[in-house]
Protein backbone atom coordinates (compact mmCIF):
# COMPACT_ATOMS: atom_id res chain seq x y z
CA UNK A 1 0.00 0.00 0.00
CA UNK A 2 1.21 3.40 -0.38
CA UNK A 3 -0.05 7.42 0.73
CA UNK A 4 -2.21 7.62 -2.41
CA UNK A 5 -4.73 4.25 -1.26
CA UNK A 6 -7.89 5.25 -0.28
CA UNK A 7 -7.76 2.96 2.58
CA UNK A 8 -4.76 2.21 4.35
CA UNK A 9 -4.34 -0.04 7.14
CA UNK A 10 -2.59 1.10 10.00
CA UNK A 11 -0.08 -0.86 11.76
CA UNK A 12 -0.34 -1.44 15.93
CA UNK A 13 2.28 1.38 16.26
CA UNK A 14 0.11 3.26 14.39
CA UNK A 15 -3.30 2.72 15.76
CA UNK A 16 -1.69 2.90 19.54
CA UNK A 17 -0.45 6.10 18.51
CA UNK A 18 -3.27 7.52 17.03
CA UNK A 19 -5.32 6.52 20.36
CA UNK A 20 -2.89 7.93 22.61
CA UNK A 21 -3.20 11.55 20.49
CA UNK A 22 -7.24 10.95 20.66
CA UNK A 23 -9.93 12.15 24.31
CA UNK A 24 -13.25 11.58 23.21
CA UNK A 25 -14.16 7.89 21.94
CA UNK A 26 -17.15 5.37 21.77
CA UNK A 27 -16.86 2.11 24.76
CA UNK A 28 -18.86 -0.93 23.25
CA UNK A 29 -20.09 -3.54 25.28
CA UNK A 30 -22.88 -6.59 24.89
CA UNK A 31 -25.41 -6.70 28.03
CA UNK A 32 -27.99 -9.09 28.67
CA UNK A 33 -27.32 -9.95 24.22
CA UNK A 34 -28.21 -6.34 23.40
CA UNK A 35 -25.23 -4.39 21.75
CA UNK A 36 -24.85 -0.58 23.49
CA UNK A 37 -22.50 2.11 22.60
CA UNK A 38 -21.63 5.15 24.54
CA UNK A 39 -19.57 7.75 23.71
CA UNK A 40 -16.92 8.41 26.56
CA UNK A 41 -13.75 10.37 26.96
CA UNK A 42 -10.38 8.34 28.15
CA UNK A 43 -7.01 8.19 28.31
CA UNK A 44 -4.51 5.03 26.76
CA UNK A 45 -1.75 4.35 29.04
CA UNK A 46 1.41 2.26 27.86
CA UNK A 47 3.23 2.20 31.25
CA UNK A 48 1.09 0.39 33.60
CA UNK A 49 1.72 -3.44 34.56
CA UNK A 50 -0.92 -3.97 32.17
CA UNK A 51 0.22 -3.14 29.05
CA UNK A 52 -1.88 -0.72 26.96
CA UNK A 53 -4.98 0.09 28.70
CA UNK A 54 -7.94 2.48 27.97
CA UNK A 55 -9.10 3.96 31.45
CA UNK A 56 -12.55 5.94 31.25
CA UNK A 57 -14.48 7.85 34.04
CA UNK A 58 -17.73 6.20 35.42
CA UNK A 59 -20.62 6.62 37.53
CA UNK A 60 -22.64 3.49 38.31
CA UNK A 61 -24.26 1.74 35.29
CA UNK A 62 -23.87 -0.30 32.55
CA UNK A 63 -19.66 0.67 31.77
CA UNK A 64 -19.62 -0.07 35.36
CA UNK A 65 -21.34 -3.36 35.20
CA UNK A 66 -19.22 -4.55 32.26
CA UNK A 67 -16.42 -3.93 33.83
CA UNK A 68 -17.14 -5.42 36.50
CA UNK A 69 -17.80 -8.85 34.84
CA UNK A 70 -14.68 -8.58 33.12
CA UNK A 71 -16.87 -8.80 29.17
CA UNK A 72 -14.89 -8.07 26.58
CA UNK A 73 -15.13 -4.39 25.11
CA UNK A 74 -14.41 -2.34 22.35
CA UNK A 75 -13.42 0.59 21.79
CA UNK A 76 -13.25 3.37 18.21
CA UNK A 77 -11.93 6.42 18.30
CA UNK A 78 -12.41 8.86 14.99
CA UNK A 79 -10.93 12.08 13.33
CA UNK A 80 -12.32 13.76 10.30
CA UNK A 81 -9.46 16.28 8.98
CA UNK A 82 -9.52 17.81 5.23
CA UNK A 83 -7.96 15.17 3.43
CA UNK A 84 -8.11 11.67 5.53
CA UNK A 85 -9.98 10.08 8.04
CA UNK A 86 -8.42 8.24 10.76
CA UNK A 87 -10.26 5.50 12.92
CA UNK A 88 -8.67 3.10 15.30
CA UNK A 89 -10.29 0.43 17.39
CA UNK A 90 -9.11 -1.59 20.60
CA UNK A 91 -10.76 -4.86 22.09
CA UNK A 92 -9.81 -5.68 25.21
CA UNK A 93 -10.86 -7.15 28.92
CA UNK A 94 -12.92 -4.49 30.65
CA UNK A 95 -12.01 -4.57 34.87
CA UNK A 96 -12.51 -1.86 37.57
CA UNK A 97 -9.50 0.22 38.37
CA UNK A 98 -8.97 -0.79 42.72
CA UNK A 99 -5.66 0.72 43.07
CA UNK A 100 -4.89 4.12 44.16
CA UNK A 101 -1.08 3.80 42.28
CA UNK A 102 -3.30 3.03 39.02
CA UNK A 103 -5.77 5.64 39.60
CA UNK A 104 -3.50 8.02 40.08
CA UNK A 105 -1.84 7.13 36.98
CA UNK A 106 -4.81 7.68 35.06
CA UNK A 107 -5.36 10.67 36.32
CA UNK A 108 -1.62 11.97 35.49
CA UNK A 109 -2.21 11.03 32.00
CA UNK A 110 -5.15 13.58 32.24
CA UNK A 111 -8.17 11.15 32.89
CA UNK A 112 -11.04 13.40 34.40
CA UNK A 113 -14.83 13.64 33.80
CA UNK A 114 -16.36 16.58 30.96
CA UNK A 115 -19.61 16.04 32.08
CA UNK A 116 -20.49 17.97 35.39
CA UNK A 117 -21.30 14.72 37.52
CA UNK A 118 -19.93 12.90 39.95
CA UNK A 119 -17.73 10.43 38.51
CA UNK A 120 -16.28 7.96 41.31
CA UNK A 121 -15.00 4.60 39.47
CA UNK A 122 -12.19 4.41 36.66
CA UNK A 123 -13.05 1.25 34.21
CA UNK A 124 -9.80 0.26 32.17
CA UNK A 125 -9.70 -1.46 29.10
CA UNK A 126 -6.63 -3.86 28.94
CA UNK A 127 -6.35 -4.16 25.30
CA UNK A 128 -5.29 -7.60 23.63
CA UNK A 129 -5.61 -6.12 20.20
CA UNK A 130 -6.19 -3.16 18.15
CA UNK A 131 -6.26 -1.79 14.72
CA UNK A 132 -6.94 1.17 12.70
CA UNK A 133 -7.25 2.95 9.01
CA UNK A 134 -6.58 5.75 7.55
CA UNK A 135 -9.29 7.08 4.69
CA UNK A 136 -8.32 9.53 1.71
CA UNK A 137 -11.10 11.54 1.80
CA UNK A 138 -12.71 13.07 -1.34
CA UNK A 139 -14.66 12.13 -4.98
CA UNK A 140 -14.92 8.30 -5.65
CA UNK A 141 -12.61 7.58 -9.10
CA UNK A 142 -15.12 7.40 -12.18
CA UNK A 143 -17.04 4.52 -12.72
CA UNK A 144 -15.03 2.64 -16.14
CA UNK A 145 -18.34 1.29 -16.91
CA UNK A 146 -19.97 4.06 -18.78
CA UNK A 147 -23.26 2.59 -19.76
CA UNK A 148 -24.39 -0.28 -18.66
CA UNK A 149 -25.52 -2.63 -21.28
CA UNK A 150 -29.22 -3.11 -21.88
Not at 31 to 40: A, K, Q, W
Not at 81 to 96: D, K, L, Q, W
Request: negative net charge; glycine residues 8%; proline residues 5%.
Amino acid sequence: MNAEDPVIELSDDEARDFLASQRFGRLAMVLIDEPEIVPVNFVLSTEGEHGDTIYINTAQGNKLFAAAVGRTLAFEADEVGEEFATSAIAYGNGRIVNTTEEADLAVRLGLRAWVATYKSSIVAIDISRMSGRRFRLGPPPANPVSEVPG
